[in-house]
């Protein structure tokens, strides 16, 4: 009867750090999905400033064409 006793204290400890070690993990990814999260995010901040850049530079030229067009024409 000890001996099964301790059989169980020994697998119930082993399941216990199993536990811990699965709890450990879900930690860690929780971390990195955090960052990975936060990196898309800051990813998709530039690319949105970024388009808009390019659509203000667009427009930016395309009024300095309209107007280097008018310079044409009056020379």
Do not use: C, H, S
Request: net charge positive; aromatic share 2%; no cysteine.
């Amino acid at each position: 009867m000890v001996a099964d006793r301790q059989e169980k204290l020994a697998a119930l400890a082993r399941e216990q750090a199993r536990l811990a070690e699965i709890a450990a993990a879900q930690e860690r990814t929780g971390r990195l999905q955090l960052r990975a999260r936060r990196t898309l995010a800051a990813m998709a901040a530039l690319i949105a400033a970024g388009l808009g850049l390019a659509i203000w530079q667009y427009q930016a030229n395309a009024a300095r064409r309209v107007q280097l067009e008018g310079d044409a024409q009056i020379i």
